[in-house]
């Protein structure tokens, strides 16, 4: 159905050692203008700041999820009964479930008030792309892969691989995100997990005698969130960010014009279907305008573009345990009365558990297979887990404010 | 105060590159014959019937603790204000701290009842073993090595990082034993966890920004104990191996002679003061007199030690969830009424938890150092582990039993 | 001499655990804006087109090369009687020696016909740039580390240390670059080096017992040149850029206004003297002005340009063995008669052998330490070197030619 | 054909991550008496005296090296045109194939005088052994197994496989005793290499593209054997183990009863086709008939015994550059002159070189497959080699001697 290589497409990878691609459509679609886009933004934008190794981009991690669908099919019991159909999307579902990202993106979507799965729907569907015309080569396909991403449960089984609690996404992130930045404990046991991993009735389950491997993956993922991603120094990086970002919104509104290439910035923030901006925006640009901004006549882009090339960060304090009440409402006061204010004093919040399913239902929870063929929810089966489900709840407050 | 020798002696090691030796007396205590014995005694015991790869010595081990010591020394905040002595005496303590084991100790404090440290203590202070006489050069040295494994608090931060919750015993053998058997849940970020130490007031303290890295030991050292140390098939294996001891020991008390090479294994029976036979006995003797045991005209040390040469395994059921109770039942008689049954039947119980301190007080608990100064206990500061130890508390009943 | 800081400063690197800062001269130069500016460069330009993990900045590398001669300093026999001021021009020329690449260095000095080296020095001794404003808390300290990078004898040892055949700039290239794209030949064995290593009447050898290390060491640099380094495709996209560059200056020196935000360029071009701009120059400057060339109306920048973007690189044949002189005739001349030709056709030659130094003198050679004292040229010690020596030179010659 | 069992059996290895058997024949032959035999004996018999990491038992490299031959099969381009019956027969060989050693091997060959290889042969085809029993479920079986021990020429794509320049054997003990010593440089790219093999026409050979894999290779392969497999120390361990074997020979022959546990030896001794006593001798015996001796009336082996247990080594010169004449003339005089002199004094060459096929013929050769199709033989295609063939050529000749 889907055509093959003739000889085999290796990329030679850190973590897997050799990417396979075996199939014409995924070589065209990693060759697309859209897929090679994400070589130019980076995969945890300000996190770099802090570790300063972890400068990989987008591009390596998709490749990595696309890698880390093959090995699930590979290994997981029952994924010989998916057929090929399915399996190609899920590979392509895969290499493509994050080339919606903007640069620096989590202030972008903020701003642009649109997520990137969204985006990464937009740019699978539109005309306009590359991407789209590759997918065309059979009917349905380009919509089969964007319902995967948006979960419409068309593909139940190709959804929960791609993205849930266990998903190739994260498996690939995490093992990355660690070899990257050094962060021994992120390193999780993917081979060992996915020999766990049985599809029964069209979902995954985790076989009981491998549930250890699950414990110690949800961990890891607790300890990357708290110690890489959310990282306070990194955030303060972002925030910068997102005050820009803010502001040139905010002036572009007032129509006011802003001397430095933004024009695709601008046409995005009016209209996000303007796919062609879109994908022209990346780290690139950004990280150009910003170099230009510093010579704005605008005091705010001034200021915060200066902050971000010389990395003048935003001090912050975490609300945690008895904060200090005075200084707090202090600082609220003072930024409040003074002129742009509200462009530099954020309050964020950050919350994670080590693991958690919907309360209402049970159905993003992780499924454990007794020796006795039934099934448990995750949390019901592992003491670990239920500690860790009631326990681990952490959020994080912190007031980033600005001073000169 | 101790000799320097004037070049460095290094051992290759895979897990820290190189174990460097610098006083004379180490080097000599590692030519002693009650350590080089410790390259005849197996870490694992049985495990390496699961485990094929984990065929590693205890005195590999010893020498890792010995340097996992010297790390504590090179970056644990504080230990620079440690006299040179009661360092010099933790490097000893670390490198002796195994020597009273017997071969597949397990088994081996079972049947003689007395534990591998109380041996310890008697070759480190008897006159007849060359450890004694190398540490008799400085006078009291011995009986503060001998202090420090006793526990008597006499040398308390020694003691503490020879043996507590977070010591350099178990963060060489976690580290190493996932080394060996290849089990990547087992890594530990040892370098991370030493820059978190700190030593206050004597005491050791983990600083508050460190206390994730703790949380990850804490798990890989409960997933490692229930995925490798309490494998049930080597716990089999070593349920054989406790029925011959305790079968020679009876046979022996009877005065019935046995036509096998083990005078010294009988020397330790009637005597474990007899240091000299202590010395003697190895995994080369046990697996020696065990291959002529296969011949013995005693049918159970006939059975039991063709069951451990050929590996027929004792059948086991895990007592979890509902077991079936008629079964066990009449398993139960079964081997009541079987002559020699209680050789051949076996009830083990294993348990543990991720992280615990003694629950009648906090003298044994892992202590956070906040930002401000004050100290608190592991459990109320981290809600992970205040829900590990809570929630992680795992106890296996098994009951082992032969088969023909 | 040098202030302390009263914590030391760390950074997560996952090829050292972690590197380490004791001084505040060197935490200042790490946040200078020069340094600051590596992050923005890739170390290995058009290498990530063929691995794509190889997203690297300079800016890692040169903490990694100044964490290397942290090593070398406390490991390396005979350092301890380098002065405390010489070890620390060691290490801030370890940190420095790059800060004088501009983006796609090897197109760029080509172009500039200046050495990334002479910039260095530049930036250095310039008054306007913040490294030597830091450098001058110390009278003729900015002198003396432009001195080493000069490599005009004042400091023979650093220097030989800093840039050599065996420095710490390449053995911590080696081990990055390996560790980033994968290959596994590139994995040297630096701790063994080092031990080896030994200062004798102020210059390096490496003693007898060490040199497998270094006969390792120097296959690992071949193996990395032509599988890495010379990586065709990779030579192929920076090609590309050279013509870019090459038209670029062609046109201004024609006086012809070029349509994209190349003001820094030019005035690089024009005078390299201008450090303002130099160090305005990074990737993403001229990622950025290739992106708005693809709109330019010159015929050869939109052209390669739009090449440059959409990786529709250069086509290339090997001139190994016996190359087809008739098709290279018509090449060569289908292109001499070709408009703009001249920037579409290249003759490209790279070169390495596994091991040399100087033929006309032994002043880069890496001398061995027999047991009975007295030093030997390496390739007159080693028969595996001497054979590499005569053996392995090679030449690579590829005409790369654009095609429509 | 062959029987697959009905669920993959795998056993964790840190190399590889998992062992997969899928065959019941395979599992079979594991389990078996002369397989199981192997966990008691050790891979490096003396080089745990120097790298004491080195413990492992030829059991873990008998399955890595079957595992490698799953790899070969699974990545090797060719082999799936290798009919089942030869691929189950390559996978079979590869796991018995050291089934002949006896304990401390080289020593055990040199005073047996028959090489392990025909013992491997002879115990497939005895009908006393489990491992032939097994093998006889089907006709011709054993026989073509032993064929391909043997190198008869009858299946030479396997016999190539599995014994040659290249072969499953050294790619899997190459990185195992790297992984177990910690030696850095003995790590190869084994996933590359076999990727870059390929079958053409029957024979294996290597394309062009992967050449350098091979030469890291075999720098690996030399750099191992004169650092760790010829180290004087280790040697110096097992000559003292060749003259006990000797005395013992001497002994018996001469009639005297020998006070130890030593039936099956001198049974072996005797007569090497006695399979049950060949099958008996491991290192368990060997050490624990040498602890037995240690107590022997005669004088030679109670010397050598205590010298074995109490790591009294030999003495060595190496007669390297211009020995001292005069003192090795002594030192031959002297035990020549010495009542059981022979016992004490030892003259052992090691030799290798990097690279070497027959000098007669290109049969052993590894041929390189070049871009036209046409097949080159590796020291003609790379300079490297040829550079190592001719030059790396390292013969040492060291007298072991005996002092009290």
């Not at 990417?19 to 995924?26: A, E, G, S």
């Not at 649109?114 to 380009?142: F, P, R, W």
């Not at 990355?176 to 766990?196: K, Q, V």
């Not at 601008?266 to 925006?281: G, R």
């Amino acid at each position: 159905m889907f055509t093959k290589l003739s000889r085999a497409k290796v990329f030679r990878d850190p973590l897997y050692g050799y990417i396979q691609v075996n199939y014409k459509i995924i070589s065209d679609l990693i060759d697309s203008r859209e897929v090679q886009r994400l070589r130019r933004i980076r995969q945890l934008s300000g996190v770099s700041m802090v570790f300063q190794t972890a400068e990989h981009s987008r591009f390596t991690h998709s490749l990595g999820a696309y890698q880390m669908a093959n090995l699930v099919i590979d290994n997981v019991e029952g994924m010989d009964k998916v057929s090929e159909y399915e399996r190609v999307v899920f590979l392509i579902a895969a290499l493509l479930h994050d080339i919606g990202h903007g640069p620096y993106s989590h202030a972008f979507e903020h701003v642009l008030e649109c997520s990137h799965e969204d985006m990464t729907v937009k740019l699978i569907l539109s005309k306009e792309t590359e991407v789209n015309k590759i997918l065309s080569i059979q009917d349905g396909l380009a919509e089969d892969v964007a319902s995967v991403i948006r979960h419409d449960n068309k593909h139940p089984l190709i959804e929960s691989l791609v993205s849930s609690q266990l998903d190739v996404d994260r498996m690939d992130y995490l093992s990355r995100d660690a070899y990257m930045t050094g962060a021994t404990y992120g390193h999780i046991d993917y081979f060992r997990i996915l020999r766990s991993m049985k599809i029964i009735d069209g979902t995954v389950c985790v076989r009981a005698s491998g549930v250890h491997s699950i414990e110690a993956y949800l961990m890891s993922r607790y300890h990357m969130y708290f110690q890489v991603y959310y990282h306070p120094v990194a955030r303060a990086y972002e925030t910068i960010l997102e005050g820009i970002y803010e502001r040139i919104k905010d002036l572009s509104m007032e129509g006011v014009r802003i001397d430095a290439s933004i024009v695709s910035f601008l046409n995005v923030l009016k209209n996000n279907d303007d796919i062609e901006s879109y994908i022209d925006l990346d780290d690139t640009n950004v990280n150009g305008f910003i170099k230009q901004l510093t010579w704005c006549s605008d005091p705010v882009l001034n200021k915060l573009a200066n902050a971000f090339e010389k990395r003048h960060l935003y001090n912050f304090v975490e609300l945690v345990n008895e904060p200090d009440e005075k200084f707090l409402d202090d600082l609220k006061k003072k930024y409040s009365n003074m002129e742009y204010g509200k462009y530099f004093y954020k309050n964020v919040k950050v919350s994670g558990v080590a693991y958690m399913h919907s309360p209402k239902s049970d159905i993003n929870a992780i499924r454990v297979l007794l020796p006795d063929g039934s099934l448990k929810i995750l949390d019901q089966y592992s003491p670990i887990i239920k500690g860790l489900k009631s326990s681990s709840y952490k959020e994080i407050e912190r007031i980033f404010y600005f001073e000169d």
